[in-house]
């Protein structure tokens, strides 16, 4: 039985890792469309969600924060992801939940 949890842990933690990786590149991808098109937040969130869709992760939550999107300002955009793990089967232990975000200065705004 240990050895089961053991095996359990370390293939959870190689897949939390892998899912962390892709919802940091889906967080990227949607700060980059952010940066130049800052006032069109469904464009940003399609933009993350097909980053992540692209390795087979569905997001569960994207916040863009752009407190003025102006010229020369930041603009940030947060991906929040549910992990299912393996353990949580096997010894009841809850998702995990991991968060990308990334930061990028705004070009423009296009209206």
């Known amino acids: 039985f240990l050895l089961l949890?053991?095996?359990a842990g370390v293939a959870d933690f190689g897949r939390a890792f892998n899912a962390y990786i892709v919802i940091t590149n889906a967080s990227r991808e949607g700060a980059?469309?952010?940066s130049h098109f800052p006032?069109?937040?469904d464009g940003i969130e399609q933009a993350a969600i097909d980053e992540a869709a692209d390795s087979g992760v569905t997001l569960s939550d994207i916040a863009?924060?752009?407190p003025?999107?102006?010229?020369g300002q930041p603009?940030?955009?947060t991906v929040t992801y549910q992990f299912p793990t393996i353990m949580s089967s096997i010894v009841g232990a809850a998702n995990l939940t991991l968060c990308g975000s990334t930061e990028m200065v705004v070009f423009g705004v296009a209206t």
């Open 32 to 34: 980059r469309y952010a």
């Open 39 to 41: 006032l069109d937040e």
């Open 75 to 77: 603009i940030r955009v």
């Open 64 to 66: 863009i924060v752009a």
């Open 5 to 7: 949890l053991l095996v």
């Open 68 to 71: 003025n999107p102006v010229a």
